[in-house]
């Protein structure tokens, strides 16, 4: 359980923290057998392009 909360506080470190001092970013999942785009952006700007499962990250990070 500890490894996975790891994962998720480290996520929301890049998330919160990091994100927005790089020039562009692009989150994925890796859930099946590819990686999908979840979404892209610019700092705090997002476009997501798989809302579903953009949403259900994002409320991943906030039941820390």
């Given at each position: 359980m500890s490894l996975i909360w790891s994962?998720?506080?480290a996520l929301t470190a890049v998330?919160?923290?990091y994100r927005p001092l790089v020039n562009s970013?692009?989150?994925f999942a890796n859930t099946g057998?590819?990686?999908d785009l979840l979404a892209t952006?610019?700092?705090h700007q997002?476009?997501?392009t798989a809302p579903d499962l953009f949403m259900?990250?994002?409320a991943s990070l906030e039941s820390l």
């Open positions: 994962s998720l506080a998330w919160h923290h970013w692009q989150l057998e590819g990686f952006g610019k700092g997002v476009t997501e259900r990250f994002i």
